[in-house]
T-cell receptor, first 114, second 115 residues
Framework: EPEVTQTPSHQVTQMGQEVILRCVPI?????FYWYRQILGQKVEFLVS????????KSEIFDDQFSVERPDGSNFTLKIRSTKLEDSAMYFC????????????FGPGTRLTVL | AQTVTQSQPEMSVQEAETVTLSCTYD???????LFWYKQPPSRQMILVIR??????QNATENRFSVNFQKAAKSFSLKISDSQLGDTAMYFC????????????FGEGTQLTVNP
């Protein structure tokens, strides 16, 4: 069964450094998402992406964040200058044909900012 | 803004018994979608069940079923014949058609199935 994959599984970085989190959505899916989950807290929406542009973003997704689909398979989240409070689990998700379809999640990337 | 509330931070159940997890939500929309996701210790988010608000029939998926009460804005998850592998954090989530597609999650309920 096809699934969403994410790399790396764990990323450790120094405060102020740039990080890029990578996701490979399910191949015939058209809508892509990033969520984050700070340890012990609820999952929060960051951004949705469709047709090579952002379709919606939350107040968390400020100028330090950007997303890109550099090729036909990858979907990336870049944090330009990481802060301690960016430490969280970051989940990528994708849906097939419409924004109201079920979102399938990847296994997540644990980001630790020191 | 829509909100999702799970009032039970933790629950436990004996293996083979039935347990119900509660979820309430708030929205002014008439068409929306509700989900239960499971997050085991690996922290992967796994879809358990989905319910469309326009469908009156409660969704079922093997041992998992929901009790969807639209007027009360309630969406509970019933797990029958609980298994040790059901031990996980369970998140209720909500998506409005008009908001595009963002999922709004509840705080989660940690379910432990005891042998």
């Amino acid at each position: 069964e096809p699934e969403v994959t994410q790399t790396p599984s764990h990323q450790v970085t120094q405060m102020g450094q740039e990080v890029i989190l990578r996701c490979v959505p399910i191949s015939n899916h058209l809508y892509f998402y990033w969520y984050r989950q700070i340890l012990g807290q609820k999952v929060e929406f960051l951004v949705s992406f469709y047709n090579n542009e952002i379709s919606e973003k939350s107040e968390i997704f400020d100028d330090q964040f950007s997303v890109e689909r550099p090729d036909g398979s990858n979907f990336t989240l870049k944090i330009r200058s990481t802060k301690l409070e960016d430490s969280a689990m970051y989940f990528c998700a994708s849906t097939r044909g419409s924004s109201t379809d079920t979102q399938y999640f990847g296994p997540g990337t644990r980001l630790t900012v020191l | 803004a829509q909100t999702v509330t799970q009032s039970q931070p933790e629950m436990s159940v004996q293996e083979a018994e039935t347990v119900t997890l509660s979820c309430t939500y708030d929205t002014s929309e008439s068409n929306y979608y509700l989900f239960w996701y499971k997050q085991p210790p690996s922290r992967q988010m796994i879809l358990v069940i989905r319910q469309e608000a326009y469908k009156q029939q409660n969704a079922t998926e093997n041992r998992f079923s929901v009790n969807f009460q639209k007027a009360a804005k309630s969406f509970s998850l019933k797990i029958s014949d609980s298994q040790l592998g059901d031990t996980a954090m369970y998140f209720c989530a909500f998506s409005e058609e008009t908001s595009g597609s963002r999922l709004t999650f509840g705080e989660g309920t940690q379910l432990t199935v005891n042998p």
